[in-house]
């Protein structure tokens, strides 16, 4: 049974002197799902929170008091959202049916979509806010959402998917979306990089840069075809600066900013990962500068930012794909600078998967694993990889509270 966990921080590490910034270091619980069923543990105690079945999705409002969680089985086409104060010690329902629910970064409201309608809930009553979504992301200050329409095929042929900025109401009751909504930027119907060109049809996977002046989000196209090719692009704020950047997958890891500055990572190459383990280069985009870090013959499978100018890379060599899983190649990690060309392996084994910073921990984890699809424990080490060692056993779907 996949086990799917959510981590938040329950003990003190400290901060290695690969990075010399002095840093206040969080405790640290775990949420989790094990069995369909949502648990927590605290002080190596763990308590079972729920005994329904189907549980998925946990996610830590801004503050942590809070666990939203979905019910339902990926057989059905609704999914209630649900609630678990941990104060209170009390479960309520979100919502009969609400697809890619989010906390606001700033309040306990809670966004979601239901059969195109983008709805909000203060935890008693919900408000639309709009209709027609793709998808959408909170603003930074939690006061509004950038949000998308995919295109439609019409007789004419397929439309533009659009992207809209729209600000809440401070009184959510008095929200009129159609006057609210602002229409920001039409995507064009077809975009090209590198002879390679896609139909657009959906924007997702919208991400602010540090200073909030930037927004990362790919472009897909049918739903076939985007298990193949997408693109990931970046626009101002304002609309007025958009860049095709490069040909990414949907299955690997989305594109992430540094924590401090206008670098965006993300992992360039096209094809799915069952037509080889290959073709697959860690891109560095710093506005207005591009880098490739993946040296010749390597392919890289996820990343995570350690600092403005670190990262960490779970990488493999260059090859073809087999579906006996013993001739599969094991990936390591490796320790990238952005600033120079050193790069240094962390881990003495392989097998090393999907790799993620606790920044207020100051420690790298990642997933150990025989296979791409095996399964999975968590390790833990230093961000120069000293230290190394099993931190949770049988685990999986990550996050962590605070980051």
Known sequence: MKIKLIMILACFFSAPQLFHAQQTLKPLNTAFIRDDNLWIKANQSEERLTNIGNISSPQWSFDGRRLLYQKGSSYE??????????????????????????????SHLIAYVDQGSLNVSDLKDFYNVTFG?????????????????????LPSGWTNPVLYKIKLNSSLSSQQSVENADEFFRIPKTLSKNQTSIMAIGASNFSFSPDGKWISFIVSPTASWSMDSNFVCVISIDGAQFEVLDEVISHLTSPGWAPGINSLAYIEGGGRIVFGFKNKHLKIKEIPVSQTLTPKNYAELAFTWISD??????????????????????????????????????????GNYDPFYIRSAAKLAWYKSISLTGHRDVWISNPDGSEAHLWVKNADSLTVFPK
């Open 77 to 106: 086409t609704k999914h209630e959202v649900w609630v678990y104060d941990l104060k209170t010690h009390s479960h309520k329902k979100i919502a009969e049916n609400g697809e890619n629910p989010k906390w606001s970064p700033s």
């Open 133 to 153: 979504v793709d998808d959408y992301a909170w603003l930074p200050d939690g006061t509004g959402f950038i949000l998308s329409s995919s295109a439609n095929l």
């Open 309 to 350: 100018d670190k990262l960490a890379v779970s990488r493999v060599r260059e090859t073809e794909w087999s579906n006996d899983i013993m001739k599969q190649p094991l990936p390591q990690l490796y320790l990238v600078s952005t600033a120079n060309t050193v790069q240094k392996r962390l881990t003495a084994s392989g």
